[in-house]
T-cell receptor, first 113, second 114 residues
Framework: GENVEQHPSTLSVQEGDSAVIKCTYSDSASNYFPWYKQELGKRPQLIIDIRSNVGEKKDQRIAVTLNKTAKHFSLHITETQPEDSAVYFC????????????FGSGTRLLVRP | DAGITQSPRHKVTETGTPVTLRCHQTENHRYMYWYRQDPGHGLRLIHYSYGVKDTDKGEVSDGYSVSRSKTEDFLLTLESATSSQTSVYFCAITGLAGLINEQFFGPGTRLTVL
């Protein structure tokens, strides 16, 4: 079945450095790719998303890029801060118009002060 | 947060007992979802609903049933809880900005089955 693979599972960076998280998807009909941030004990929160008609989207220090040919997309966080420490999930929409999302397994990001 | 509440927020139960979790939304959205979250597995879809009395299975639906008799409420039932159903359960809704794919999550329910 369709799946989304996410790497790395853990990522540790120094404050001020950049962090990159990568996801690949298998359903070629997927057209919506959100990213969620989840702090410890909290709900996942949507931080940025991209649709298949766009190759890149940026919002302040975060950006997402999409390569539909290769079926992969990435989250980029620049100038990382300790409050960026959290678990990040990528997801891809199902291509069957069911409005369902398939999630990656998550990346635990630690930003060292 | 996005008009979604879940109850209870925490529950401890014993193997073999029935459990019902409730998701309530105030935004009149058509689509609602139940996920479970376990370490190393991300969020996995249990069941979802695309309208009153319209539901369908997700990828991990065995041992779970759902009901939606009103737009605002989506119930998840474990008919006979097992220890493998110990998890954090999240409800989600879509479309707060009019875009069907954006999903927003409730606060979660932590369920422990002893």
């Amino acid at each position: 079945g369709e799946n989304v693979e996410q790497h790395p599972s853990t990522l540790s960076v120094q404050e001020g450095d950049s962090a990159v998280i990568k996801c690949t998807y298998s359903d070629s009909a997927s057209n919506y790719f959100p990213w969620y941030k989840q702090e410890l004990g909290k709900r996942p929160q949507l931080i940025i998303d991209i649709r298949s008609n766009v190759g890149e989207k940026k919002d302040q220090r975060i950006a997402v890029t999409l390569n539909k040919t290769a079926k992969h997309f990435s989250l980029h966080i620049t100038e990382t801060q300790p409050e960026d420490s959290a678990v990040y999930f990528c997801a891809a929409s199902r291509g069957d118009s069911s409005y369902k999302l398939i999630f990656g397994s998550g990346t635990r990001l630690l930003v060292r002060p | 947060d996005a008009g979604i509440t879940q109850s209870p927020r925490h529950k401890v139960t014993e193997t073999g007992t029935p459990v019902t979790l409730r998701c309530h939304q105030t935004e009149n959205h058509r689509y609602m979802y139940w996920y479970r979250q376990d370490p190393g597995h991300g969020l996995r879809l249990i069941h979802y609903s695309y309208g009153v009395k319209d539901t369908d299975k997700g990828e991990v639906s065995d041992g779970y049933s759902v009901s939606r008799s009103k737009t605002e409420d989506f119930l998840l039932t474990l008919e006979s809880a097992t220890s493998s159903q110990t998890s954090v359960y999240f409800c989600a809704i879509t479309g707060l900005a009019g875009l069907i794919n954006e999903q927003f999550f409730g606060p979660g329910t932590r369920l422990t089955v002893l």
